[in-house]
């Protein structure tokens, strides 16, 4: 099992990325003449508040997976039916954080955002998928293969038996997310590390082959960082912890304290090792440099070997259950040398694929090893060609831009990984999906005829095809830029906000650069107005409106997100905090306020007549536009995800950080 410290900061990035701008509409763009640069006007604060009044809120249904049919709605969403609205779908399994292999080798089972996989391990069918209540971080089967235990993202511990059909214990460690986990050799003590670098140690006592009686045990303290990856001896009396670019540290268990520290030696560049793994019978620690991989005795910590340097950069390493065998993943191939005498016995190629491997495992007999990237996969070691997982709606990448089809008769969510997928009404069938190069993209668009997607990498602006994944353009910003970007309403300008407090408009019909806009401060999301004549940036806490004809300022308002009306005339702003927000409605033409709605939330989207605002944050709410009434509060399975209205405004979609939909609609 593989857990990374980027893993986390990527998915506390992008839950930061917390607004959703509504594009719909499309014009005939004016043509831009060359930029100026106009002084800031005065910034608009809006007075007065209305007070929105709350409705009965039914009790909500439980979503459907996907793969279930979903009758249609008969009827736009409005005010007078907004008590019949009823969350309908929850499609997608999440983004894998964890991978285990049951003791008797029958079960795969990947740990996801959204809940638990289990697979056959043989034919990789899926068994069964279990929702559960907070994202899962960490798994680890016991030794004698009759426990299971699961850490999660909120700090909670659950054992269960091997079969998950009974439930031992359900322990709130701590508000930390579980990272790692590891049982001693007898399966009677646990090891929790959490990601506050405290590892807690929960005792198990089995009595009569009954359920098993769980309690917390001693907290080991002393760690700078998290621990990722550990283990205990054979009698549990001492644990070797492991942190990144820190020594090892070797616990005594009774007391707590630090036994023995070996250090770990940064690569030829200075760098320290990226992931680790300890092999079974405590003789072997291998350090994983990307490049290379080197392995240390652990009685004293000298470096007896090095493998690489290899072409493609090394993603995860793991030992056999036996420490007879080590296996290292690059996204291209997994290695697999013997540890006598570390000499290459195998070699496996990754099939159509540019995805690192997140995980990497033996099977309890050394003569499997599981694999995932892209897919699930698992390799006998007497054969060339892997199984592949037959399930769909596992993802590796988190959410770039979420859309209905111009046609409302699917969704479509681009994953800054590259992945791009349609999914077909009513069923959530997987319709189309592209594997787009992985970037490293800060942002990604839909065109409004959704035809095109776009995403930012460094200076450039990258354009393919949806319907095939070709490129059409590959556009230099001549500066590094930031993240959010947004098609004309008309397709024929992207813009995106550079690092140098300026917007960078691209010409698609040449891809050439247009103009810049100044803006200022630095801008972290841009939107195009229904019209095409304005554009406006979000900078740190400032909305500011301007004229896309000759980049002229027009006016600057408090904000944070932004949608427009489908009329154009209409711009809702949320500004404040997340958790205490105010929604501004402005005329958009001059900037005047003309309503302010206390609310909770940030991402925004007006119903395709402008009667209803859309408001998402950590409950979901139906405002209406005419006196800011709140007609409708419903739990909000994607906070401060992005939110958008089907074209007939039947159904009202959300798509959480880990690339899950949900929509809404009358039952």
């Given amino acids: 099992m593989r857990v990374t410290h980027l893993k986390y900061l990527r998915i506390l990035t992008s839950l930061v990325l917390a607004v959703c701008v509504l594009l719909s509409g499309c014009g005939s763009l004016p043509m831009p003449t060359a930029f100026a640069t106009h002084q800031a006007p005065q910034i608009v604060v809006p ?5 929105p009044t709350e409705t009965v809120t039914p009790t909500e249904v ?5 793969g279930t049919p979903v ?6 969403i ?6 019949k609205l009823k969350r309908l779908v929850r499609w997608g399994k999440g983004i894998p954080q964890a991978m285990a292999w049951s003791k008797d080798q029958s079960t795969l089972l990947v740990g996801t955002t959204a809940g638990l996989d289990f697979f056959d391990a043989s034919s990789l069918a899926e068994k069964r998928f279990v929702e559960t209540a907070a994202p899962v971080r960490s798994l680890a089967y016991s030794p004698q293969g009759t426990q299971l235990a699961i850490g999660f993202q909120d700090g909670s511990i659950e054992i269960w038996d091997e079969t998950y059909n009974t439930l031992a214990k359900h322990l709130v460690v701590s508000g930390q997310p579980v990272i790692a986990l590891a049982f001693s050799q007898d399966g009677n003590r646990l090891a929790a590390s959490l990601w506050n670098n405290i590892i807690m140690q929960v ?3 089995h009595i009569n082959k009954v359920k098993p009686q769980v309690n917390s045990g001693k907290e080991i303290h002393g760690f700078t960082r998290p621990v990722t990856s550990m283990i205990y001896n054979s009698d549990r009396t001492l644990l070797y912890t492991f942190q990144q670019g820190l020594p090892i540290k070797i616990i005594n268990t009774s007391n707590a304290r630090v036994n023995k520290q070996l250090n770990v030696n940064a690569d030829s560049s200075g760098s320290p090792p990226l992931n680790a793994a300890f092999s079974a019978d405590l003789n072997w620690f291998v350090a994983n440099y990307g490049s290379s991989i080197h392995i240390q005795r652990l009685s004293d910590g000298v470096t007896t070997n090095t493998l690489g340097p290899f072409t493609d950069s090394i993603s995860a390493v793991a030992f056999s259950s036996d420490s007879v065998l080590l296996a290292a993943a690059s996204n291209s191939t997994i290695y697999v040398w013997q540890t006598a005498n570390y000499t290459q016995v195998k070699s496996f190629a990754i099939p159509n694929t540019s995805e690192p491997v997140y995980f990497l495992t033996f099977s309890s007999d050394g003569k499997s090893l599981a694999a995932f990237s892209n897919t699930l996969r698992v390799w006998q070691m007497d054969a060339d060609k892997p199984t592949e997982a037959k399930a769909a ?10 859309s209905f089809t111009s046609d409302g008769s699917g969704v479509m969510l681009a994953q800054l990984d590259g992945s791009v997928r349609q999914y077909g009404m009513p069923d959530g069938a997987l319709q189309s999906s592209l594997n787009l190069p992985d970037l490293n993209s800060k942002g990604m668009a839909f065109s409004p005829d959704r035809s095109m997607v776009a995403a930012i990498s460094g200076n450039k602006a990258y ?3 949806t319907s095939d994944g070709k490129q059409v353009a590959e556009m230099d910003g001549q500066r590094a830029m930031n993240g959010g970007l947004a098609f004309s309403p008309d397709s024929k300008y992207l813009a995106a906000p550079g690092l140098d407090k300026t917007i960078v408009v691209w010409r698609m019909s040449d891809h050439t650069i247009l103009g810049t806009v100044p803006c200022p401060d630095v801008a972290w999301n841009v939107a195009f107005s229904p019209d095409g004549a304005l554009l406006a940036a979000i900078t740190s806490g400032v909305i500011s409106i301007f004229q896309l004809s000759d980049g002229k300022l027009r006016y600057q308002v408090n904000g944070y997100s932004l949608a427009f009306s489908a009329d154009g005339k209409t711009l809702a702003v949320a500004y404040g905090n ?4 105010r929604i501004t409605l402005y005329n958009s033409a001059d900037g005047k306020a003309e309503k302010e709605i206390d609310s909770d939330g940030g991402s925004l989207a007006f119903s395709p007549d402008g009667k209803l605002l859309a408001v998402g944050g950590s409950s979901l709410l139906l405002l209406q536009t005419s006196d800011g009434k709140l007609v409708r509060s419903l739990e909000n399975p994607a906070p401060f995800g992005p939110l958008v209205f089907s074209p007939d405004g039947k159904l009202l979609g959300a798509a959480g950080w880990d690339g899950r939909v949900f929509l809404w609609g009358e039952e």
């Fill in 47 to 51: 007075t007065g508040t209305l007070r």
């Fill in 62 to 66: 439980a979503s459907v997976m996907q």
């Fill in 71 to 76: 009758p249609p709605p008969s009827q736009p």
């Fill in 78 to 83: 409005s005010a007078a039916s907004a008590d």
């Fill in 203 to 205: 005792e198990i006592a």
């Fill in 393 to 402: 709606g596992l993802i590796t990448g988190y959410r770039g831009a979420f």
């Fill in 463 to 465: 354009v393919w095809k």
């Fill in 578 to 581: 997340y958790d205490s927000a």
